[in-house]
């Protein structure tokens, strides 16, 4: 059998930097596998090299990378943790050298159909924990020496460490905007009502939780408030989020009450999940926004400041999370929401501290609230309760929050942007509709108003913008007894609804009392003026 000659200190040293060069710090995790495999390869003088990585999940080693073996990687190896020869240096976390190659001592048939008749394995190891395996192979039979063996260790110990930096920020990246993906972009607006909403993700050595929250208006005119935390952290915990997220948009659209969504999201849950805890609050607030009734599963309860101060909706029975056996249904409570009064859902993580009671947070956030949220505005109210409730550092779980701000009387101005498309049409007309109510226009006026301004923005999703599309901006105001209605696009017009022409423009001139289209290089605004009582 084939040996090589012993290495000495100053060549280990040299070989040991072709694989620390500084270099290799700026490539991709996928780069930087396959120059360190071929470097390996080289200095060792093997004719094989690969990187099997674990995944903690299945307690699996996966083909990662390889050189002279590249089908590992194209056929997706999977070898168990403790099978095997790969198996048993994770399982062992020590070198292993192979002088026999064939299925009595490899798991992978791969290797010995390839001709590799002698194997050196040593395990990747960063700050105690196997990330994976580095193993090489000779299609001569060849007696690895100690200083060889030691060699191959040395070069995995750098692989390890580079690896779980890498791996740890890239885990992180796509977690994070997969999160982020379920997260809504944007939240219904309510003339008379401001939702605001942030997330704040742990300190880095956690990851990515399975915090959410959503909002969104029902064909009714009600507006569905949502707020949960999906146990643990990592990809299954933000998948599982976004999961639970889509089925309760689904559900909800079904129609019915806050207990009759959460029990959807339980039996969703029981069939489809794998046992993970999963708490929620889950509340429908009324359309004249005075109601709210939610459903509590594991969560904590929700914060109303008004004028009697800040107060924890009262609880007559708590009911564990979902995905656990339940003894009794849901439960649905009743909140009055008052003009001028806010209402603070949010996750454990804003409250919960190492070694202190649940009540103990819960009170801190309650003095907090109460002297940081009624001088601000959203969302600076936001920012200002997690300053102080998290002493002005990163909290130890992610947070995330959602403020619902009820004005307390009926502003007499109106103004939103909505992207230009056609579905945002049934958000405008809800809009621009409850805020003629809440000024007291006439219904009937009311109605022929909301009609003009849908037809103004219809224009601008025919017209205005191309496939890139953009947005509508509709704005109000009411002084004297009389309704002024602005419709703005950033667009260049096309067609023969600008300047005058189209049946459109004409629609909107006789539900109008003063009608005029403005084009400007920046775009074009429709502005309608109605008396409010006619």
């Known amino acids: 059998m084939a040996t090589f000659a012993p ?14 060069d500084a270099a290799l710090a700026l490539l991709s995790v996928e780069d930087l596998l396959d120059e360190l495999l071929l470097r390996v390869r080289d200095i060792l003088g093997a004719d094989t090299a690969a990187v099997l990585l674990l995944d903690p999940e299945k307690n699996e080693l996966v083909a990662r990378a390889a050189k002279g073996i590249e089908e590992e990687v194209e056929q997706g190896v999977r070898i168990p943790v403790g099978k095997g020869f790969a198996g048993r240096i994770a399982a062992e976390r020590h070198p292993v050298a192979l002088t026999t190659v064939d299925h009595t001592t490899v798991l992978n048939p791969i290797l010995f159909q390839k001709g590799i008749r002698s194997l050196l394995g040593v395990p990747l190891i960063a700050h105690g924990d196997v990330v994976g395996v580095l193993h090489i192979g000779t299609t001569t039979p060849r007696v690895f020496q100690q200083d060889e063996v030691e060699l191959l260790q040395l070069v995995a110990d750098r692989v390890a460490l580079a690896l779980q930096v890498r791996l740890a920020e890239s885990a992180r990246v796509v977690i994070d905007a997969f999160q982020r993906t379920f997260l809504p972009d944007s939240l219904p607006y309510v003339p008379g009502l401001r939702v605001t909403t942030k997330y704040l993700p742990a300190s880095s050595d956690v990851g990515i939780g399975g915090d ?73 607030l009324s359309k004249d926004l005075s109601t709210f009734r939610f459903v509590l599963a594991g969560h904590c309860p929700p ?33 009055q929401i008052e003009r001028g009064s806010m209402l603070l859902l949010y996750t454990d993580g804003l409250v919960e501290r190492r070694g202190e009671s649940l009540d103990i947070g819960l009170e801190r956030l309650r003095r907090t609230a109460e002297r940081s949220l009624p001088v601000h505005e959203a969302p600076e109210a936001i920012a200002a309760l997690l300053e102080e409730q998290l002493e002005g550092g990163r909290p130890a779980d992610d947070v995330a929050v959602l403020l619902l701000q009820r004005q307390a009387i009926p502003s007499l101005e109106l103004e939103f942007a909505v992207p230009a498309r056609a579905s945002s049409l049934v958000d405008i007309r809800r809009a621009v509709g409850r805020w003629l109510d809440d000024i007291g226009v006439h219904p009937v006026t009311a109605m022929e108003i909301v009609t003009a ?24 105001d009411s002084k004297n007894d009389r309704v002024e209605m602005r419709v703005r696009d950033t667009g260049g017009w096309r067609g023969s609804s600008r300047g005058g022409r189209g049946n459109g423009l004409r629609l909107i001139r006789g539900l109008m009392d003063e009608v005029s289209v403005e084009p400007t290089d920046q775009g074009t605004t429709v502005r309608m003026r109605r008396k409010a009582g006619s």
Do not use: C
């Open 453 to 476: 301004v849908s037809e103004a923005s219809t224009n601008v999703i025919e017209h205005a913008y191309g496939p890139a599309g953009g947005t509508i901006s509709i704005a109000g």
């Open 303 to 335: 914060l109303v400041l008004g004028e009697m101060g800040a107060v924890f909706a009262t609880i007559s029975e708590h009911v564990p999370p979902l995905g656990v056996d339940r003894s009794r249904p849901f439960i649905e409570h009743e909140l």
């Open 212 to 284: 959410w929250f959503d909002s969104f208006a029902l064909p009714s005119g009600e507006l569905v408030l949502a707020i949960g935390d999906v146990a643990g952290h990592g990809l299954p915990a933000a998948s599982l989020m976004g999961k639970m997220r889509n089925a309760l948009r689904a559900y909800a659209l079904l129609g019915g009450t806050a207990t009759e969504i959460a029990e959807y999201l339980d039996q969703y849950h029981r069939h489809f999940g794998d046992g993970e805890l999963v708490t929620l609050l889950v509340g429908v």
């Open 7 to 20: 290495i000495d200190d100053l060549e280990r040293l040299k070989r040991l930097q072709r694989v620390s």
